[in-house]
């Protein structure tokens, strides 16, 4: 039989567990908020950090309310739906992001349905507050659901680059999963003991050390959305006669004479800079960066400076020559030939225009 506050030989190592987690959920909230602060202060701000942020402070704060609830002699009736509250408000700011910058195309579905979460939440409890409990694991599965989209669609973004850090947050989030469903009080019950419990905790610690490192060892979480960072690529002979070009904003409003300006400040800078290894130059707001071929050389202008778009513009270098070596050998000027490049670009950066 499983009795609340928890007594008796499990309670010191549970109540331990419990709140090294929340130590650990609470220093990676903290992280995450310095290196928002940090970005935004270098004119480089990235809502992604601020969104981790809420996510993790959220979690943590919602453990605090289940460790009064479960330890300690508080209405279990009052105290836990605080940490519901918590997790719903966590929830609706980090899906609203999410949703508004498209990483989950979903026309704020998510947001509104965590938005009704709490509207639900909040009727229950002042209808019975003793049926908020049951509702809510239901309502947490789903919220589940949600962070399990966001993780695919952030794995499918950064698989080529970062392969091993995506397996090791695969793991992340299975263990994350299994532990919070091994220390609910349905799990409890069903094993009739708090060893599963115990588990969950273990299982729970294991998945903040896969994600935690998986989050903090990547170059920015601003990697993720790299799409729409893109603006123009760009290939050139060395010598900076243009092979092909692509606007990936061709329907935003773009001033094209600045456009054709810069184009050709371009070449003109590739032909000064043929022998040089500069990689990164910065023109205004936006952010030129070069890969040099063989025989061509590859011009990314982009928002930032990421990692992963470098790792791509490479790729799309690397593979250009290979595709048209016998035809760069002895170019003749040509340039319709190259019209073909739009798939290759498409396969490699697999993004629409917006």
Known sequence: MVE?????????????????IVFIFMELSVFFFYRYVRNRKESNPSIVEFDWGVIFMCFGIAIIFYILSDFYEVDRLIVPVCGYFTLALGGIIFTFHIESRK???TR?????????????LLILFLVSPSLVKTSAYTLALLAMVILLCYFI???KDIWNQYRIHSIGLLLGIVFWLLGFAGTSDPATSLFNGFEIRIAGDILILASLFCIGLFLTTIPSLAEIGWQGKIKYVILTMKNGVGLYSENFQ????????????ALLGIQMFLQTVLNSNLKVLSKGTDVILLENGKYVTGVLIVERELEILKFLLKKLVTQFEQFYA????????????FKPTRHLINEIFSIKKV
Do not use: Q
Not at 250 to 261: F, T
Not at 326 to 337: F, P, Q, S, T, V
């Open 153 to 155: 669609v952030l794995i």
């Open 108 to 120: 704020f579905i998510f947001t509104t349905f965590f938005g009704i979460i709490i509207v639900v």
């Open 250 to 261: 061709e329907k935003k409003e773009i001033n094209e004479v600045l456009v054709a300006g």
């Open 4 to 20: 609340f506050p928890i007594s008796g030989a499990y309670r010191e190592l549970l109540l331990t567990l419990e709140l090294i």
């Open 103 to 105: 990483v989950l195309k």
């Open 326 to 337: 016998h035809i760069l050998e002895n170019w003749k000027g040509d340039i319709a030939i």
